[in-house]
């Protein structure tokens, strides 16, 4: 029945709708973009995503809503922004809260209850199961097993507890009062210093750091002097860097093609690292005050207790306590000196009583060497001490960690401890060699925060069976024996096994000199298989050619064009950083 028209008098007092506005309209953008100081790229954070399931926008919207809290976190952002609060601490904060909520995702807890809440931060929570890991670590990554997690530092779970705790009451989760059942963790942070070497390994740095400076050091001054307008060499020969049984043992640095290197690995920036070494290991001088060291070198000879003694005064501005810093360079007519005193404020005096058996030339020898290399190559009267150069001898930046990093690797500078890695860099090569597979070994991070490991075995292909192998042998080898490799001639000789399992390696040089190592049995059929290799890449004239001993060998002339640089492979130097396996 059609409605009268009357009856539209009777709505005539009801309000209209009222329109939207922004005061009654709630906003879902909860985008944060958080820009840390130091830091190129900002860290941002879209917390519409942190209301579905582990954070994860893929996965299903979690029950109960999330939405009022992450708005809540939104508002608090901005607010912290405004006040200019520590970006950095922003970002640890949120990182903690993502991790938690995920953690309590996947095991089924509500995030912002006491059940969630203590079966991540209680005494029997992940927060405590991870630090209980992480006290029995493991050396090497290669001894972790797929899947397997790397554990908490106490430390670091003191850290995320503190960061989650400030920021569930401000989604409306207190905490407080469950916190006196709780056991606290130890808020002592870890020394993490380095292992000190032992006094073989600081023999060996000491030693071929200078053999190899003075070397270079010598070529390169030559060189400037024949050639006063061109930049420094990219490529040396014949640079010495270990001396044994008369035998100096060399190496080449850079390409003849110098664009290639053209930085760190360079000839004169090498030199220039070990520079900066020995210079640290004549004064004790911190990094900022070896490479704020300028010209002039002042050397004075006082006369101490009717002994003649050298001693070299460097003077350097040390820019955080605009202070002068001085430091004492002991000649070679002594082997120490009294602690010096002087009362002037500002002056460092520094005991360098270094000049021992360790090492084969004084701080004075190498000052004089280093004063007059930085000089040829710089025009300026009062440059640095120390500076790199690139290819077209223009000043660069000082990167000394990267240049140390090339220098530990050209001087060959291996742990003492590294036999325990013979058995895991065999088994590599064999699985590439054989196989053409490896194991690769990744740290990967879960979604609940948590480091843990990732290995694969990886098929491949010829390139890289071939670049892999020359690395993981020398390797192998390396850990196998102290005795020199370089030069060495294929093909080995090997003895019967003895009472104790071992057997030794006999070989040549590309000299005539013998050389000989002794390892277990079970690695003949390592360095058969490295000797196999050799063959394929310097392909041998005959065909009756063996390999284990006990075959004719080739005459000398055709023997010598086999030789293989240091792994019996190829020419190409491989090094590993001093205590550095991994």
């Not at 919207?61 to 601490?89: G, I, Y």
């Not at 909520?101 to 912002?112: E, L, Q, S, V």
């Not at 008369?246 to 920036?269: E, H, M, Q, V, Y």
């Not at 660069?396 to 990267?402: E, I, T, Y």
């Amino acid at each position: 029945m059609a409605k009268s028209r009357l009856a539209a008098s009777r709505n005539q007092n009801k309000l209209p709708t009222p329109p939207i506005t922004k005061n009654n309209v709630t906003s879902l953008d909860l985008n944060v973009d958080i820009r840390p100081e130091g830091k190129l790229n900002s860290t941002k954070h879209n917390f519409l995503y942190w209301c579905h399931e582990q954070c994860d926008p893929k996965k299903p919207l979690a029950k109960p809503s999330r939405l009022e809290k992450m708005q809540k976190l939104k508002r608090w952002v901005d607010q912290e922004k405004k006040n200019e609060t520590n970006a950095w601490s922003l970002v640890v904060k949120l990182s903690a809260l993502k991790a938690y909520i995920a953690f309590c995702d996947i095991k089924k807890f509500a995030p912002f209850s006491q059940a969630g809440y203590l079966s991540y931060a209680g005494n029997s929570g992940e927060l405590r199961r991870l630090v209980d890991i992480a006290n029995e670590p493991k050396k090497y990554q290669f001894q972790y097993h797929n899947g397997e997690e790397f554990g908490l530092l106490e430390f670091s779970a003191l850290q995320k507890k503190m960061n989650l705790d400030s920021l569930l009451p401000i989604l409306g989760f207190d905490v407080s009062d469950m916190q006196a059942t709780l056991k606290s963790f130890n808020g002592e942070i870890v020394d993490f210093a380095t292992q000190p070497y032992t006094s073989r390994e600081w023999y060996a740095l000491v030693r071929r750091t200078q053999l190899l400076f003075f070397s270079l050091a010598t070529q390169l001054i030559a060189y400037k002097e024949e050639n006063p307008d061109s930049p420094p060499p990219q490529h040396l020969d014949n640079i010495v860097v270990e001396r044994k049984d008369n035998r100096d043992i060399t190496i080449t640095l850079g390409r003849k093609n110098c664009s290639a290197l053209d930085g760190l690995a360079s000839p004169f920036n090498q030199c220039m690292a070990a520079a900066y070494t020995l210079f640290a290991y004549y004064t004790a001088f911190n990094d900022s005050v070896i490479r704020q060291v300028r010209h002039p070198i002042k050397f004075v000879t006082p006369n101490k207790d009717s002994r003649t003694s050298k001693v070299a005064q460097v003077r350097a501005y040390k820019g955080r306590a605009s202070k002068d810093v001085k430091a004492l360079f002991s000649g070679t007519e002594e082997n120490s000196h009294p602690e010096a005193k002087d009362d002037e404020a500002g002056f460092i005096v520094a005991d360098i009583n270094k000049r021992d058996s360790v090492g084969e030339a004084d701080g004075i020898t190498f000052l004089r060497a280093l004063e007059l290399l930085s000089k040829t190559y710089s025009e300026d009267p009062y440059d640095t001490l120390i500076y790199f150069l690139n290819s077209e001898g223009d000043k660069g930046k000082v990167d000394v960690s990267g240049a140390s990093f090339q220098l530990s690797k050209n001087l060959n500078l291996l742990s003492e401890s590294r036999a325990e890695l013979i058995d895991h860099l065999v088994k590599t090569y064999t699985d590439i060699v054989e196989d053409q597979k490896m194991t690769t070994f990744n740290k990967i991070k879960r979604d609940d925060g948590v480091h843990t490991m990732e290995s694969n075995v990886t098929d491949l292909n010829k390139q890289v069976v071939t670049i892999r192998t020359m690395p993981i042998a020398y390797a192998a080898l390396s850990c196998m024996t102290d005795v020199s490799l370089r030069n060495a001639l294929i093909p080995l000789n090997y003895s019967e096994k003895d009472f104790d399992g071992a057997i030794t390696v006999s070989f040549k040089y590309a000299d005539g000199s013998l050389g000989e190592f002794i390892i277990a049995a079970k690695y003949r059929h390592f360095l058969q298989l490295v000797e196999r290799y050799a063959a394929t890449r310097n392909p041998l004239p005959r065909k009756n050619y063996g390999f284990g001993g006990g075959v004719q060998q080739p005459d000398c002339l055709t023997y010598y064009r086999w030789v293989v640089s240091m792994l019996l492979i190829s020419g190409q130097r491989v090094r590993f950083r001093f205590a550095k396996f991994y």
